[in-house]
């Protein structure tokens, strides 16, 4: 079992900055992936962001990318997702999710999730 816990979250104006943080516990994976994804109100889950464990490989949304950047400490076995040029479109609750593999931004194939955090982003 992997457990994870999101931090982070808050309330924050357009054009502002959060850094999500998401710590593993338990049994971990040298090859585990790690991915972002979010929930809006009314809205279907989605998908934000992938990394590798080990690797550094990253992969975005198109909705997010060039804003948005996914990090990684394994020593601390914590991963980050760095939110800059927050827009309100991006207010929605945020979950990381682990699966044993080495990179996958199919979220079906998550089998660890967290709790998730919410951001809110004000006009």
């Known amino acids: 079992q992997v457990q994870l816990v999101e931090s982070g979250g808050g309330l924050v104006q357009a054009g502002g900055s959060l850094r999500l943080s998401c710590a593993a516990s338990g049994r971990t994976f040298s090859g585990t992936a790690m991915g972002w994804f979010r929930q809006a109100p009314g809205k279907e889950r989605e998908f934000v962001a992938a990394i590798t464990w080990s690797g550094g490989r990253t992969y975005y949304a198109d909705s997010v990318k060039g804003r948005f950047t996914s990090s990684r400490d394994n020593a601390k076995n914590t991963v980050y997702l760095q939110m800059n040029s927050l827009k309100p479109e991006d207010t929605a609750v945020y979950y990381c999710?682990?699966?044993?593999?080495?990179?996958?931004?199919?979220?079906?194939?998550?089998?660890?999730w967290g709790q998730g955090t919410q951001v809110t982003v004000s006009s």
């Open positions: 999710a682990a699966t044993p593999t080495w990179f996958e931004v199919d979220m079906a194939k998550y089998n660890y």
